[in-house]
């Protein structure tokens, strides 16, 4: 199995007021440059976009995500807005979608939950509080039940051990196994 490997990584020489510059002349006026937005929020990490939200507000006095949203539409503006999204919040809120309406989407919690470290798991658990103003674990234990739910909450006491692992070890621990189960 290959390591992930981030697809956008910080961008050298970031300048955050050119980037904010390129933004606001792609909203300004009539018509709106999507190319020109792509091109910036695209190939930009999560805290890099962040701060070109501050840089934004501190050139323009103007919000960025409310310049967005009035000139954008349909699929395209969901996805800038979730660009746009700090990555803790935009976790909790799929936490939460996940765990809302009659079907848990098991697959989804799992996914966030289980390739996160404990620090980021901790900033998404504040985030979703401070955003539904309830834990997550409140949430978990409302719409889970069983070994799926004390997995879960086991996750989110944030004490996996986070000590390196020998990959050849647990390939032949893993290739033993699905052996032994077959």
């Known amino acids: 199995m290959e390591e992930e490997i981030p697809t956008v ?15 606001r002349k792609a909203v300004k006026g009539i018509g709106t ?13 999560s805290d890099e976009r962040q701060i070109i939200i501050t840089k934004y507000q501190e050139m323009y006095s103007r919000d960025l995500l409310s310049d967005l949203k009035s000139e954008l539409s349909g699929h395209f503006k969901t996805v800038i807005v979730a660009l746009l999204t700090p ?7 799929e936490l939460h979608y996940a765990m809302t309406g009659a079907d848990t989407k098991e697959k989804t ?17 504040e985030a979703y509080h401070e955003y539904y103003d309830k834990t997550l674990e409140e949430s978990i234990e409302g719409n889970t039940s069983g070994h799926f739910r004390h997995f879960l909450l086991n996750i989110c006491d944030c004490n996996r051990n986070e000590t390196p692992c020998d990959s050849e070890t647990a390939m032949k621990i893993a290739k033993a196994n699905s052996r032994s189960t077959l």
């Not at 990584?9 to 933004?23: G, H, K, L, M």
């Not at 990555?87 to 809120?93: G, N, S, V, Y």
């Open 33 to 45: 440059d999507e190319a020109a937005i792509i091109s910036v929020l695209a190939n930009r990490t």
């Open 87 to 93: 990555l803790p919040l935009f976790l909790a809120k």
């Open 109 to 125: 919690i799992v996914e966030i939950l289980c390739t996160r470290d404990n620090a980021s798991i901790k900033t998404i658990k």
């Open 9 to 23: 990584r910080p961008t050298p020489d970031f300048n955050p007021n050119a980037d904010a510059e390129t933004i």
